[in-house]
């Protein structure tokens, strides 16, 4: 067991040689932390597990977290048992995002009853909110450490406090302070990298609770992202993915106002990278001068994720998406006009209130033939204007409408899939496929996922695939000229 009394200068000591500025302190903090973390386990490294619920935006939060553990001296646990530390980056989007994380939590009770050395923490969206606080503190007392979205970077020093400290730590800031760079970081893939440039929302869906623990859209310099892509591309980076709530209003309150657009002619300019994506764009900000971004740069790929949730005019009202059926129809044409072979996904939910019927939603599928979609049923969220509307439709014909919106959606995908048999494209190759060791894995430029027999040489290079075969959600092939 560590113990502050192993270590020879007292923590009063440590706080006053702390430097004030980031990312300073929490480098100091890491350093402090390694002190307590080597004498964990005399045998041998500590081991961490960072478990990651939610989206992309978490998962790239995750690869800083573990940066910086790694830092302090940890390595990674397989299994949650043989873990020193634990620490949950949670998501709050839907309720089953949270009663995941209650499930999991609970768990954990036995496994910190046995290894007393065992550190639990939670941190991200959830962890927002004041009714989550109080349920944590009342009925999983056990965890040690507790913070939220706006603080993950001081992790390091939030871990040096439950380190001192025989009383669970919390830091919950209800406001985001300044973006802080250069701290350590992972990343979960080799060859495909995710770049924040932006945090937060301020479009408040009347559904979302995003941006109440996500707080204020504020922008990456350009220069920071800039400096952080040529990093990753030195490292061996093939495709960088620009991750923010919203990018389509990227910019906003820069000292210099730089447009999504500029943004990504910029990063096309990044010698040695080879592929840009970005998620995610809402369709009332889809400005021509992206469109016209994305038709110019050679190395954007021509995808787009663009959400339109629900095709009723009303609901869309109701939902504060400001765009209607027809606008946004009209957006994914204009798309297809300038952008040839675009290809075009999109985000679904069923069962809003007030929606009983997804006709119009059919309508949209039909019309656009989205080439994937993530669909989901409405979940009401406590503290969103939604939660206080009625006319909720009751669960069966919800069910049943998300049913017929698959039942348009998946042959469509199937169809736009079988239509690249035979065809050859390329394919950044990832790495061996999880499903069939004997096949390599990667995407098209349109983020298809493709399976194939190929070179393992070729891993981390472009190639050329063709397809062979197509499934609804994937493709097989095979690479030419091995
Ligand atoms: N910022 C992104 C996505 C954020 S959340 C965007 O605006 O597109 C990802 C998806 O979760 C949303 O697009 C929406 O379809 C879904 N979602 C958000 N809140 C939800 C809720 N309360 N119930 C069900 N699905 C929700
Ligand atoms: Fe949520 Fe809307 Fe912001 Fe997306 S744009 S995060 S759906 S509030
Ligand atoms: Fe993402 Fe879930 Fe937070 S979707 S932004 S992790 S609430």
Same mark, same amino acid.
């Given at each position: 067991?560590?113990?502050?009394?192993?270590?020879?200068?007292?923590?009063?000591?440590?706080? @006053?040689?702390?430097?004030?500025?980031?990312?300073?302190?929490?480098?100091?903090?890491?350093?402090?932390?390694?002190?307590?973390?080597?004498?964990?386990?005399?045998?041998?490294?500590?081991?961490?597990?960072?478990?990651?619920?939610?989206?992309?935006?978490?998962?790239?939060?995750?690869?800083?977290?573990?940066?910086?553990?790694?830092?302090?001296?940890?390595?990674?646990?397989?299994?949650? @048992?043989?873990?020193?530390?634990?620490?949950?980056?949670?998501?709050?989007?839907?309720?089953?995002?949270?009663?995941?994380?209650?499930?999991?939590?609970?768990?954990?009770?036995?496994?910190?009853?046995?290894?007393?050395? *065992?550190?639990?923490?939670?941190?991200?969206?959830?962890?927002?909110?004041?009714?989550?606080?109080?349920?944590?503190?009342?009925?999983?007392?056990?965890?040690?450490?507790?913070?939220?979205?706006?603080?993950?970077?001081? *992790?390091?020093?939030?871990?040096?406090?439950?380190?001192?400290?025989?009383?669970?730590?919390?830091?919950?800031?209800?406001?985001?302070?300044?973006?802080?760079?250069? *701290?350590?970081?992972?990343?979960?893939?080799?060859?495909?990298?995710?770049?924040?440039?932006?945090?937060?929302?301020?479009?408040?869906?009347?559904?979302?609770?995003?941006?109440?623990?996500?707080?204020?859209?504020?922008?990456?310099?350009?220069?920071?992202?800039?400096?952080?892509?040529?990093? =990753?591309?030195?490292?061996?980076?093939?495709?960088?993915?620009?991750?923010?709530?919203?990018?389509?209003?990227?910019?906003?309150?820069? @000292?210099?106002?730089?447009?999504?657009?500029?943004?990504?002619?910029?990063?096309?300019?990044?010698?040695?990278?080879?592929?840009?994506?970005?998620?995610?764009?809402?369709?009332?900000?889809?400005?021509?001068?992206?469109?016209?971004?994305?038709?110019?740069?050679?190395?954007?790929?021509?995808?787009?994720?663009?959400?339109?949730?629900?095709?009723?005019?009303?609901?869309?009202?109701?939902?504060?998406?400001?765009?209607?059926?027809?606008?946004?129809?009209?957006?994914?044409?204009? *798309?297809?006009?300038?952008?040839?072979?675009?290809?075009?996904?999109?985000?679904?939910?069923?069962?809003?209130?007030?929606?009983?019927?997804?006709?119009?939603?059919?309508?949209?599928?039909?019309?656009?033939?989205?080439?994937?979609?993530?669909?989901?049923?409405?979940?009401?969220?406590?503290?969103?204007?939604?939660?206080?509307?009625?006319?909720?439709?009751?669960?069966?014909?919800?069910?049943?409408?998300?049913?017929?919106?698959?039942?348009?959606?998946?042959?469509?995908?199937?169809?736009?899939?079988?239509?690249?048999?035979?065809?050859?494209?390329?394919?950044?190759?990832?790495?061996?496929?999880?499903?069939?060791?004997?096949?390599?894995?990667?995407?098209?430029?349109?983020?298809?996922?493709?399976?194939?027999?190929?070179?393992?040489?070729?891993?981390?290079?472009?190639?050329?695939?063709?397809?062979?075969?197509?499934?609804?959600?994937?493709? =097989?092939?095979?690479?030419?000229?091995?």
């Amino acid at each position: 067991m560590n113990d502050i009394n192993d270590i020879n200068v007292t923590a009063k000591d440590i706080y @006053s040689q702390a430097p004030l500025r980031e990312p300073e302190r929490q480098l100091y903090f890491i350093e402090r932390c390694r002190e307590f973390v080597l004498k964990i386990r005399p045998e041998g490294k500590p081991l961490m597990l960072v478990n990651t619920f939610g989206c992309q935006m978490n998962a790239h939060d995750s690869e800083k977290l573990k940066g910086m553990l790694f830092e302090m001296g940890y390595g990674e646990a397989k299994g949650e @048992s043989e873990a020193d530390f634990i620490i949950y980056n949670t998501c709050c989007v839907r309720e089953n995002a949270e009663n995941k994380v209650y499930g999991n939590l609970g768990q954990l009770k036995h496994l910190k009853r046995e290894k007393k050395r *065992l550190k639990i923490a939670l941190c991200g969206c959830m962890m927002q909110q004041e009714t989550v606080i109080a349920t944590i503190k009342e009925k999983y007392s056990y965890v040690d450490l507790v913070f939220g979205t706006h603080n993950l970077y001081k *992790l390091p020093e939030l871990l040096f406090a439950a380190f001192i400290s025989d009383e669970p730590v919390y830091e919950i800031k209800t406001k985001h302070g300044e973006i802080v760079e250069n *701290l350590p970081s992972v990343r979960n893939f080799k060859y495909k990298a995710s770049v924040n440039i932006m945090y937060g929302c301020d479009n408040f869906c009347s559904y979302c609770i995003v941006p109440y623990v996500r707080g204020r859209e504020r922008s990456r310099k350009p220069e920071d992202i800039l400096n952080e892509i040529k990093g =990753l591309v030195k490292d061996g980076v093939k495709e960088v993915c620009l991750l923010g709530q919203n990018v389509n209003s990227y910019g906003k309150g820069l @000292s210099e106002r730089v447009s999504f657009g500029k943004l990504l002619r910029m990063v096309n300019d990044v010698e040695g990278l080879e592929r840009i994506r970005f998620m995610t764009s809402h369709p009332k900000d889809l400005s021509d001068e992206l469109i016209f971004a994305m038709r110019d740069c050679e190395k954007v790929c021509k995808h787009i994720h663009l959400p339109f949730q629900a095709g009723n005019d009303e609901i869309l009202r109701k939902m504060n998406r400001h765009y209607t059926k027809e606008q946004y129809i009209a957006l994914t044409e204009r *798309l297809k006009a300038n952008v040839p072979g675009v290809a075009i996904t999109t985000d679904i939910m069923v069962g809003f209130p007030g929606e009983y019927d997804v006709d119009d939603t059919v309508d949209i599928i039909k019309r656009v033939r989205f080439s994937g979609a993530f669909t989901f049923i409405y979940s009401k969220r406590v503290g969103t204007p939604a939660a206080k509307m009625d006319n909720m439709p009751e669960e069966g014909l919800v069910k049943e409408n998300f049913n017929r919106v698959l039942e348009v959606l998946n042959p469509i995908i199937a169809e736009i899939n079988a239509e690249k048999r035979g065809k050859t494209y390329k394919v950044l190759a990832e790495g061996i496929s999880g499903h069939d060791k004997s096949l390599l894995t990667g995407r098209l430029e349109d983020n298809t996922l493709i399976h194939f027999k190929g070179n393992t040489d070729s891993i981390g290079n472009t190639v050329s695939v063709k397809v062979t075969d197509s499934k609804t959600f994937y493709l =097989l092939g095979e690479q030419e000229e091995i």
